[in-house]
Antibody, heavy 118, light 112 residues
Framework: EVKLVESGGGLVQPGGSLRLSCRGS????????WNWVRQAPGKGLEWVAF????????YYAESVKGRFTISRDNVESSLYLQMDNLRPEDAGVYFC???????????WGQGTLVNVSS | QSALTQPASVSGSPGQSITISCTGT?????????VSWYQQHPGRAPKLIIH???ERPSGVSLRFSASKSAHTATLTISGLQPEDEAEYYC????????????FGGGTKVTVL
C-alpha cells in the first residue's frame, strides 16, 4: 500500500521552531519530487515548498521563504520541513504530497497539525 | 501570485450536473496546461481528481470531467451523488519565478 505518514506537529510559541517529517512506504521514495501544502483552520489549501533532485531544486512560497527549509532523506524514505521563526499565521495542518508534475500531487499524507500560540 | 478565483459554493440535486469555474491569469491558467483539481472531504487529505487540465487518475469516477478556455478552468460533476458533497480546489502551475503552485480558494459543493 502506498502511504505517507506525517509527524512532528504540535504547539509552539511565536518565534519558535518545529521540524515536520513525512515517511513514505509502498513505493520508491527517491524517484519522486515532493511538496508541502498547508491548510489554516477553516481555510483553503496553500502550497508551501517543493524539492527535486534531478535537477536539484527547491522552491518556497513567499510567505515562508527564509524561514522554512525543505529536505529529504531517500535512505529513510522521508521528507522534512524545518520551520523556524514561526508566526501565528503559520498555524494549520501540514500535508506532504507526492509530486506528479506541474501542480499535481497524487498521494497525500493525513496531515500534521501545527499550532503557533503564546 | 494571487489565488485563483472559485465560487464559494455550488449546489445541486442528486443526478444533476454542476460546474465549478476557476479563473486565473495569463501567468498561470492562461499560460500553462497544468491545471489540477482536488476533492477534500472534512477532516481528510485532498484527493487528486483531475490533472493536466483534463486527465483523470486511475480510479476516479468518469462523472468528473474538466476543461480549460483562456484563463478559466472548469470542473464538471455529472450525475451528482451524495458522496460528491465536499470542498473542491483548483490548482495551476505558475512557473518557477515565484510560487510554482497557486490554488483557488475552494468551492463547497452541496448535494441537496
Amino acid at each position: 500500500e502506498v502511504k505517507l505518514v506525517e509527524s512532528g506537529g504540535g504547539l509552539v510559541q511565536p518565534g519558535g521552531s518545529l521540524r515536520l517529517s513525512c515517511r513514505g512506504s509502498g513505493f520508491t521514495f527517491s524517484r519522486y519530487e515532493w511538496n508541502w501544502v498547508r491548510q489554516a483552520p477553516g481555510k483553503g489549501l496553500e502550497w508551501v515548498a517543493f524539492t527535486s533532485e534531478h535537477p536539484p531544486r527547491t522552491y518556497y512560497a513567499e510567505s515562508v521563504k527564509g524561514r522554512f527549509t525543505i529536505s529529504r532523506d531517500n535512505v529513510e524514505s522521508s521528507l522534512y520541513l524545518q520551520m523556524d521563526n514561526l508566526r501565528p499565521e503559520d498555524a494549520g495542518v501540514y500535508f506532504c504530497a507526492r509530486d506528479t508534475g506541474r501542480a499535481s500531487a497524487d498521494v497525500w499524507g493525513q496531515g500534521t497539525l501545527v499550532n503557533v500560540s503564546s | 501570485q494571487s489565488a485563483l478565483t472559485q465560487p464559494a459554493s455550488v449546489s445541486g440535486s442528486p443526478g444533476q450536473s454542476i460546474t465549478i469555474s476557476c479563473t486565473g491569469t495569463s501567468s498561470d491558467i492562461g499560460k500553462y496546461d497544468f491545471v489540477s483539481w482536488y476533492q477534500q472531504h472534512p477532516g481528510r487529505a485532498p484527493k487528486l481528481i483531475i490533472h493536466q487540465v483534463v486527465e483523470r487518475p486511475s480510479g476516479v469516477s468518469l462523472r468528473f470531467s474538466a476543461s480549460k478556455s483562456a484563463h478559466t478552468a472548469t470542473l464538471t460533476i455529472s450525475g451528482l451523488q451524495p458522496e460528491d458533497e465536499a470542498e473542491y480546489y483548483c490548482c495551476s502551475f505558475a512557473g518557477t519565478d515565484a510560487s510554482p503552485w497557486v490554488f483557488g480558494g475552494g468551492t463547497k459543493v452541496t448535494v441537496l
